[in-house]
């Protein structure tokens, strides 16, 4: 990007008026400094919207296009805005809400993110759902038939079925919070005025902790016990939690007993959950208890398609028959491969064909076979705030270091099977202690800080993805 092509000629203002003609002006600049794959793959899509003085509203598919343009386009997009709408110019971007996509902010000079309006006002409880979890985006398929059915007889009819609670469990990357997510969408939609709560079991131990230090449990405990429909993911982070246990034990009486629906995903069945209240699983085992199996070979070819569109790109048959039969694991791990498939054939302007195709499959299969280590994620996390990784082993006190190091100790301890003191070695010898600080502190921060769980949460789909 350091040889720009755009060269500095008078744009017509009388054009400022129309959206479409400086979305065009800007397309034509654009071209002139992208390859001819990398501009029908990421700015052909796009849509203007609006023109609001200096500021160009133009309408994107998803989130993964505002992530993708800003940290390989961005230069290019600034010059571009600066030269149609002068120095003053704004872009902003707005996703489809046809697409149903979170959004991703970002911290830039001249760029703003902002959502089309949602038509229709439900009411003002916050749900925490993702609108980008829907039935009409879950691919039905053998392996998950029961559950899927399950959850579609609950949004119809809320805490009146037999389904109560639903417990959905199975491996990382099969669609768990995809479906119980789904639930809550669609129970919303047909119900607005219900109260629904999606929550992790880590965010709501964290808030149960919180409460304690602050003498507000009782306030917590009546939120909960007045919500319609809970949604508790990853209930397996309760086990060892005697006290947040027994709080959930009372909440869960409540809601039962009120005909209220709880909705719980787990990745291992009741009876295997080692180190939760014999009472509480008795519980989950009154309702349905349905796994999810990972997809067949014909629903992971549905998956694959259902994800290239969303992506807009097209596969052919050969393509999709080859990431299909060599990635089998998960449905998370089939829509890395096509986002990195995308990634390489952009990056490198090649089109996606049956090499690049099998490059890819190898690379993730390689990555699958070799354990997730504390020195790849310190500097992922290290590129990520633009760190010195020699600096998170120091003992540096700056905000940004602090920050970086707490968050790849984080993960350290997610994702490695690393001891706490094996952790705190790898960062200038520290004790345990401070692992076990840096791990809840940013468990706090993250459940309070919509934006800096994204970046965590991008930051493990790169290390889990291998992208």
Same mark, same amino acid.
């Given at each position: 990007?350091?040889?720009?092509?755009?060269?500095?000629?008078?744009?017509?203002?009388?054009?400022?008026?129309?959206?479409?003609?400086?979305?065009?002006?800007?397309?034509?600049?654009?071209?002139?400094?992208?390859?001819?794959?990398?501009?029908?793959?990421?700015?052909?899509? +796009?849509?203007?919207?609006?023109?609001?003085?200096?500021?160009?509203?133009?309408?994107?598919?998803?989130?993964?296009?505002?992530?993708?343009?800003?940290?390989?386009?961005?230069?290019?997009?600034?010059?571009?805005?600066?030269?149609?709408?002068?120095?003053?110019?704004?872009?902003?971007?707005?996703?489809?809400?046809?697409?149903?996509?979170?959004?991703?902010?970002?911290?830039?000079?001249?760029?703003?993110?902002?959502?089309?309006?949602?038509?229709?006002?439900?009411?003002?409880?916050?749900?925490?759902?993702?609108?980008?979890?829907?039935?009409?985006?879950?691919?039905?398929?053998?392996?998950?038939?029961? @559950?899927?059915? @399950?959850?579609?007889?609950?949004?119809?009819?809320?805490?009146?079925?037999?389904?109560?609670?639903?417990? +959905?469990?199975?491996?990382?990357? %099969?669609?768990?919070?995809? %479906?119980?997510?789904?639930?809550?969408?669609?129970?919303?939609?047909?119900?607005?005025?219900?109260?629904?709560?999606?929550?992790?079991?880590?965010?709501?131990?964290?808030?149960?902790?919180? @409460?304690?230090?602050?003498?507000?449990?009782?306030?917590?405990?009546?939120?909960?016990?007045?919500?319609?429909?809970?949604?508790?993911?990853?209930?397996?982070?309760?086990?060892?939690?005697?006290?947040?246990?027994? %709080?959930?034990?009372?909440?869960?009486?409540?809601?039962?007993?009120?005909?209220?629906?709880?909705?719980?995903?787990?990745?291992?069945?009741?009876?295997?959950?080692?180190?939760?209240?014999?009472?509480?699983?008795?519980?989950?085992?009154?309702?349905?208890? @349905?796994?999810?199996?990972?997809?067949?070979?014909?629903?992971?070819?549905?998956?694959?398609?259902?994800?290239?569109?969303?992506?807009?790109?097209?596969?052919?048959?050969?393509?999709?028959?080859?990431?299909?039969?060599?990635?089998?694991?998960?449905?998370?791990?089939?829509?890395?491969?096509?986002?990195?498939?995308?990634?390489?054939?952009?990056?490198?302007?090649?089109?996606?064909?049956?090499?690049?195709?099998?490059?890819?499959?190898?690379?993730?299969?390689?990555?699958?076979?070799?354990?997730?280590?504390?020195?790849?994620?310190?500097?992922?996390?290290?590129?990520?705030?633009?760190?010195?990784?020699?600096?998170?082993?120091?003992?540096?006190?700056?905000?940004?270091?602090?920050?970086?190091?707490?968050?790849?100790?984080? %993960?350290?301890?997610?994702?490695?099977?690393?001891?706490?003191?094996?952790?705190?070695?790898?960062?200038?010898?520290?004790?345990?202690?401070?692992?076990?600080?840096?791990?809840?502190?940013?468990?706090?921060?993250?459940?309070?800080?919509?934006?800096?769980?994204?970046?965590?949460?991008?930051?493990?789909?790169?290390?889990?993805?291998?992208?």
């Amino acid at each position: 990007m350091d040889n720009l092509k755009i060269k500095l000629k008078n744009t017509t203002r009388n054009n400022t008026l129309d959206p479409n003609k400086i979305w065009k002006e800007c397309l034509k600049l654009i071209k002139q400094n992208v390859s001819n794959i990398t501009y029908n793959t990421w700015f052909l899509p +796009i849509k203007p919207y609006q023109l609001d003085n200096k500021t160009l509203k133009i309408l994107v598919p998803n989130n993964f296009f505002i992530e993708w343009i800003e940290e390989h386009y961005n230069t290019l997009i600034n010059k571009t805005i600066h030269q149609t709408l002068g120095s003053e110019g704004k872009l902003v971007y707005i996703i489809n809400e046809e697409e149903k996509e979170d959004l991703q902010l970002f911290d830039s000079p001249i760029i703003e993110i902002e959502k089309k309006p949602i038509e229709t006002e439900t009411n003002n409880f916050e749900s925490n759902l993702s609108p980008r979890y829907t039935f009409d985006n879950f691919i039905k398929g053998e392996a998950n038939q029961l @559950a899927r059915a @399950a959850a579609i007889a609950i949004s119809d009819n809320p805490g009146k079925t037999s389904f109560n609670p639903l417990f +959905i469990y199975g491996g990382v990357g %099969l669609g768990k919070t995809h %479906l119980i997510q789904a639930i809550g969408n669609d129970i919303l939609k047909k119900y607005p005025q219900k109260k629904i709560i999606y929550i992790s079991a880590d965010i709501f131990t964290t808030q149960f902790v919180e @409460a304690i230090q602050s003498n507000t449990v009782g306030d917590f405990s009546s939120f909960y016990n007045k919500v319609d429909v809970l949604i508790l993911d990853d209930i397996q982070f309760l086990t060892g939690r005697e006290k947040t246990q027994d %709080l959930f034990f009372h909440i869960f009486n409540n809601l039962h007993q009120s005909s209220k629906q709880i909705i719980l995903s787990s990745d291992r069945p009741p009876k295997d959950l080692k180190g939760m209240n014999d009472r509480l699983i008795s519980r989950f085992q009154w309702g349905l208890t @349905a796994d999810v199996q990972p997809p067949d070979f014909e629903t992971r070819i549905a998956i694959l398609k259902n994800k290239s569109n969303s992506l807009g790109i097209s596969l052919s048959n050969d393509i999709l028959d080859y990431i299909a039969y060599n990635i089998t694991s998960n449905i998370r791990e089939l829509e890395g491969c096509l986002i990195k498939l995308l990634a390489n054939s952009s990056l490198n302007s090649k089109e996606i064909d049956l090499e690049l195709v099998r490059r890819t499959v190898q690379e993730i299969s390689t990555r699958r076979e070799t354990n997730i280590s504390i020195d790849s994620i310190t500097k992922v996390v290290c590129d990520e705030f633009d760190v010195d990784e020699n600096k998170v082993r120091e003992k540096n006190r700056k905000k940004e270091v602090v920050l970086a190091r707490q968050i790849a100790m984080y %993960l350290s301890k997610k994702l490695t099977k690393s001891s706490l003191k094996t952790i705190g070695l790898h960062f200038g010898g520290r004790d345990h202690s401070t692992v076990i600080h840096a791990f809840n502190n940013i468990e706090k921060l993250t459940s309070e800080d919509t934006s800096l769980n994204d970046v965590v949460r991008k930051l493990r789909n790169k290390l889990e993805l291998g992208i």
